[in-house]
């Protein structure tokens, strides 16, 4: 996924994001990677984090900047 669409589904979320198509635990951590960067960029608060093993997901939990 890139940055720029992993934005887009934050933004258009609650804030709340659960991301479910993914098959391996390096593109688990890619997204928190990203998640992160647009964190360091100020453009998301990322609040929480997880990675899910059963099924394979990550969740975000996110706050609009201010």
């Known amino acids: 996924m890139k940055k720029e669409d992993l934005l887009t589904l934050i933004t258009n979320s609650d804030g709340n994001v659960k ?4 098959s391996t635990a390096e593109e688990c951590e890619d997204l928190i990677h990203l998640a992160k960067t647009l964190e360091s960029e100020g453009k998301i608060v990322l609040v929480e984090y997880c990675m899910e093993q059963e099924p394979l997901s990550v969740s975000l939990k996110t706050k609009e900047t201010t």
């Not at 991301?19 to 993914?22: E, F, K, P, V």
């Open 19 to 22: 991301i479910s198509s993914i």
